[in-house]
């Protein structure tokens, strides 16, 4: 999960470490608003992958 708008670390950062996985590039989850994430939308989507991982 990572913000366009983050000011502290560059959005291309993590469009790098994904380029250089074996992650395919819509692993890259592009959400909220800053740096922090703490837009309603970036809560929820973080609360729906946790559960997730907490059901497998």
Known sequence: ???PQD????????EQLV???D???TRLITTGVD???IDAD???LLQSL??????S
């Open 23 to 25: 992650l395919p590039a």
């Open 1 to 3: 999960m990572h913000s």
């Open 35 to 37: 740096h922090r994430l």
């Open 50 to 55: 946790c559960e997730r991982l907490g059901a």
């Open 42 to 44: 970036s809560l929820a």
């Open 7 to 14: 000011a502290d670390v560059p959005y291309a950062d993590s």
């Open 19 to 21: 380029q250089h996985s």
